[in-house]
């Protein structure tokens, strides 16, 4: 018989992807009243619930975005009159203005949004951006002394400024005026600018509000053109550089946001920007339709030029411009996002696209080392430690934050990453989990660290090697304050369950309502249980291709899905729940929807009956009129269900594996696939049986 010793068991897979699953109360009365009231179906609109829609009037302000009427930023920001004035007096006497922009997506934009504009408007401007590696974030002395010898009269600082109260003390003190346009934190003592233009100082129910750096240059290029009634032409390259960078940024797409990115989706494919339609060419060429039907993978191709969604810009143009930022010179943007000539901008484009495939190349290696050293040195200490501390040499710092991500990913704890300097200095990036935060854990050991800055979720930070030892003490000792072990695993937030019948294009259109979708409006994930994977096989570099079916009322229901470098976890047991978002794949011409799925977990009736039976189940059932006996047996360390015909015949197999065993004794006994429909029929009848043998008893 089957119950005497095996062999050898099947090897196990690695686990699933470890994650704490968050289903949102679902408030059924609301969405259907919501759903009448808006012609929409309940389903979306219980997405609307899920994203903050308490009224009706809500409602229709998020769907329609263009309805809202919107209080003019003259009145919202303060000092907005004075900075127009200010340029505007420096355009009339031909003074020369100073942009200090930054090295990221939204600095960049910002800064190539306000050269464009100032430039057409006829001002004399030029532009600085601190370097990466030589003088860190925001504006400096030095800046400020080589604009005065230049003989700039008006510096003009984008996405960073609210902080450096030193530079700009010294540029008042060397007779400039300073005009800052920023969207960070407000710091205890305001530096002493000419005007300041923040987000964060205007009333928290503002539509303004969320603006990132490039949406308060984008608010008072504009209003400078109205003042001087020069808006012609201007209104639209703006907007292309404002929605470029608001989603390149990750800002929230919430108030004017949402708005004025929808609007500039329509833009963006039909822009007259030279470096706009180079960048949509060169991320555009760089894969063909897979052979064989691939799902086409978000990261590489831009599908449909007629209309981009934000996910076109965020995985494929805003990187291309970031990958600068981070390992290149900030100029080769600024180059591109500013020039009036195709060859230029082609040129720029293609020099991005190097530098973003070295990029790549960089975060994937580091990443791999870094997993190495996690593995050998952290991961029997993690559920202790909760958090991870990871130094290592000849790492490019201004990838690690990319990479830190991926390992919060990976182990659902927070990242303290870094590298070694020149000096026996140490920078590094961290990235939080929700219940953990980042400034505040560096607060907590400031008197360790030379300097560093941050927010909840990410900061950065560089600190003496001999601190090394007391640093990753203190960080331990900070994240079992405020974290416990059932925090330790990544949070996926779900919307609502679907099932396979239910997705169709008709529910993918009525999901288009939503975009753009990114940062606080995310893209819809659902939820189906007890799905039976049926194919699946490893495509391109580590992803897993599947074909998933639910049968409902004796009908069987399939789709395609596709899993990102998840090749870890293959191959994934039988049967699943599964956690997903809905794609649209246009192949020959064809279009079906597919999904990309974001979590998995075993089913819980079977996981259950698996792993927390306290005592012996066996039971008989009926199926196909024929009748079998089953049970859950111990077989060494792991438990297995077997099913015995009644010719006595036995099936086995264990949770989590796609091979059994069907035979008389195990010596004779074959392998089987018991994801095939005649095993996985009988298996699910088993587990039913047992599940009401459980509930009984």
Not at 60 to 69: A, K
Not at 187 to 216: C, F, M, T
Not at 499 to 512: D, P, T, V
Not at 568 to 586: G, H
Request: hydrophobic fraction near 40%; include cysteine; glycine fraction near 8%.
């Amino acid at each position: 018989m089957l119950d005497q010793a095996l062999p050898k068991p099947q090897q196990p897979r690695r686990r699933l992807p470890n994650q704490r699953w968050q289903i949102y109360a679902q408030q059924t009365e609301f969405a259907e009243k919501l759903a009448v009231a808006t012609k929409i179906s309940p389903i979306i609109s219980q997405l609307l619930i899920n994203r903050g829609i308490a009224t009706l009037e809500q409602a229709q302000g998020f769907l329609n975005p263009e309805s809202l009427i919107l209080p003019s930023p003259l009145e919202e920001f303060p000092d907005l009159a004075l900075s127009v004035e200010l340029l505007q007096n420096a355009i009339a006497s031909q003074e020369k203005i100073a942009i200090c922009g930054d090295y990221d997506a939204d600095g960049m934009t910002s800064t190539a949004l306000l050269l464009r504009s100032l430039r057409s408007l006829g001002a004399v401007v030029d532009y600085a951006i601190p370097s990466r590696m030589h003088d860190g974030y925001g504006i400096n002395q030095r800046i400020v002394e080589e604009f005065h010898s230049e003989g700039v009269s008006l510096i003009l600082t984008v996405d960073n400024g609210i902080s450096a109260f030193a530079p700009i003390a010294r540029a008042r003190e060397l007779g400039l005026k300073v005009i800052i346009t920023d969207h960070h934190d407000i710091p205890q003592k305001l530096p002493p600018a000419n005007a300041i233009l923040n987000p964060k100082l205007i009333d928290e129910s503002s539509p303004y509000r969320g603006v990132a750096g490039v949406g308060v240059a984008y608010i008072l290029a504009v209003s400078l053109a109205q003042q001087l009634g020069a808006t012609q032409g201007l209104i639209q390259p703006m907007l292309a550089l404002f929605t470029l960078g608001t989603i390149a940024d990750l800002a929230p797409l919430t108030g004017v946001n949402r708005r004025w990115v929808k609007r500039g989706l329509q833009y963006l494919p039909k822009s007259h920007l030279p470096g706009i339609q180079a960048l949509i060419q060169v991320s555009g060429v760089q894969a063909k339709a897979n052979e064989g039907g691939e799902i086409p993978n978000p990261k590489s191709k831009i599908q449909n030029p007629k209309s981009l969604k934000p996910e076109d810009i965020g995985f494929r143009l805003g990187p291309r411009i970031n990958a600068i930022g981070r390992i290149g010179d900030p100029q080769l943007v600024i180059d591109l996002l500013t020039t009036d000539d195709m060859g230029i901008a082609l040129e720029r484009a293609m020099q991005c696209e190097g530098i973003n495939q070295q990029r790549q190349q960089m975060c994937e290696e580091i990443e791999q080392e870094a997993i190495a050293v996690v593995e050998t040195q952290f991961i029997a200490s993690l559920p202790q430690d909760r958090i991870l501390v990871v130094i290592q040499p000849n790492w490019h710092h201004g990838v690690i934050g990319i990479v830190a991500s991926r390992l919060v990913e990976r182990y659902g704890v927070p990242v303290f990453i870094g590298t070694y300097e020149d000096g026996g200095h140490i920078r590094g990036s961290a990235r939080g989990i929700p219940e953990f935060n980042v400034f505040d854990a560096l607060e907590y050991c400031h008197d360790l660290l030379g300097k560093f800055g941050g927010h909840k979720a990410a900061g950065g930070f560089s600190f003496s090697e001999a601190n090394l030892p007391q640093l990753r003490s203190r960080l331990i000792e900070f994240a079992n304050q405020c974290l416990e072990p059932q925090h330790l695993k990544p949070l996926l937030k779900i919307d609502t369950q679907a099932n396979l019948s239910q997705i169709n294009h008709q529910l993918y259109q009525q999901l288009q309502t939503l975009h753009p979708c990114g940062i606080e409006n995310p893209d819809p994930v659902f939820w189906t249980p007890n799905v039976q994977v049926i194919e699946q096989k490893i495509v391109g570099k580590g992803h897993i291709k599947l074909t998933l079916a639910q049968t409902i009322d004796h009908q069987q229901y399939k789709i395609k899905a596709i899993a990102w470098r998840w090749g870890d976890y293959f191959t994934l047991p039988s049967r699943l729940d599964i956690a997903y978002k809905l794609r649209e794949n246009d192949f020959n011409g064809n279009s079906t929807i597919e999904m990309e799925l974001v979590g998995v977990r075993l089913p819980k009736q079977s996981h259950l009956l698996f792993t927390s039976s306290p005592k012996p189940l066996r039971t008989t059932f009926e199926y196909q009129q024929r009748h079998y006996t089953c049970g859950i047996y111990k077989q060494g360390l792991s438990p297995e269900l077997r099913i015995k015909n009644p010719e006595g015949k036995v099936l086995a197999m264990q949770p989590g594996h796609t091979i059994g065993l069907l035979g008389n004794n195990r010596e004779d006994a074959k392998e089987i696939d018991v994801s095939q429909p005649q095993y996985d029929s009988i298996i699910q009848a088993a587990l039913q049986a047992l599940s009401v043998l459980s509930h009984e008893s």
